[in-house]
C-alpha cells in the first residue's frame, strides 16, 4: 500500500520540499549548535517521521486505510517529548501518525517505522534480525556498527545531522524508497547484516 509516492503526489511534492528543507537546514547549521543534543534530536525527531512520506509499504503492512502510522522507539528515547511535538496534528498519506516507546522488539514487530534508541549494538543487531523480511522501515543512529545499521542510518557530517540509505535492506523487506529520498541521502555504505 502507497503511503506517499504514487496516491498523493501532490502531498509528496510538498513533503519532498519540506525534507529538502531540512536538509538543507540541518547541513547548514553552524557545528555549534548542531552538536546540540536538544537540536541534534529535533532534526532527527523531524526527519523520522517525514522519511515515511517517501516509503512505499506492500498492502500487507496496514490493515485498513484508516490505521495510523506507528513510529516505535525501541531502547533508550533520546527525544524526550521532541518526537511528539513534532508529530502532533501531522498526517502522511492521509495517515494519522502515532508515536509508541518500546522496551523490546515484540511491539516493534507491528510498527512501520521503528527507531532503534541508544541500544548497545547486539541489541540492535538482534532487533533488525527480528525485523528482517517486515515492512518495517528502521533506522538507526551514528553510534552503531556497520553490522548493526538501519534502512536509514543518521550520522553526524562537522556536526550536521545527515543520513544515509539502504535500499537493497529496504527491498529486503518489501518496501521501496523514493528516489527523492535516495538523492538527499548521502552515498552510504550499505548494512553488512543479511536481512
Request: aromatic share 6%; net charge positive; glycine share 8%.
Amino acid at each position: 500500500m502507497t503511503v506517499g509516492r504514487a496516491a498523493h503526489s501532490p502531498w509528496l511534492a510538498r513533503a519532498g520540499v519540506a525534507l529538502a528543507t531540512l536538509c538543507l537546514f540541518a547541513s547548514l547549521a553552524p557545528p555549534a549548535r548542531a552538536q546540540n543534543a536538544k537540536l541534534e534530536y529535533a532534526v532527527k525527531a523531524a526527519f523520522l517521521y517525514k522519511l515515511a512520506a517517501f516509503v512505499d509499504w506492500p498492502s500487507s503492512a496496514f490493515e485498513d486505510a484508516a490505521m495510523p502510522l506507528k513510529v516505535c522507539i525501541v531502547g533508550t528515547n533520546p527525544f524526550g517529548d521532541q518526537l511528539e511535538q513534532a508529530t502532533a496534528g501531522q498526517r502522511i498519506g492521509g495517515r494519522s501518525i502515532q508515536v509508541r516507546r518500546s522496551a523490546n522488539l515484540d511491539r516493534a514487530a507491528n510498527c512501520h517505522v521503528v527507531y532503534l534508541g541508544n541500544a548497545d549494538a547486539s541489541a540492535a543487531l538482534r532487533t533488525l534480525q527480528g525485523l528482517r523480511g517486515k515492512p518495517v522501515l528502521t533506522v538507526t543512529d551514528a553510534s552503531f556498527e556497520d553490522s548493526s545499521r538501519g534502512i536509514i542510518h543518521f550520522v553526524l557530517r562537522e556536526g550536521r545531522v545527515r543520513f544515509e540509505v539502504d535500499s537493497d535492506a529496504a527491498a529486503r523487506n518489501g518496501m521501496t524508497l523514493s528516489s527523492k529520498l535516495t538523492a538527499l541521502a548521502l552515498p552510504g555504505r550499505p548494512s553488512v547484516l543479511r536481512r
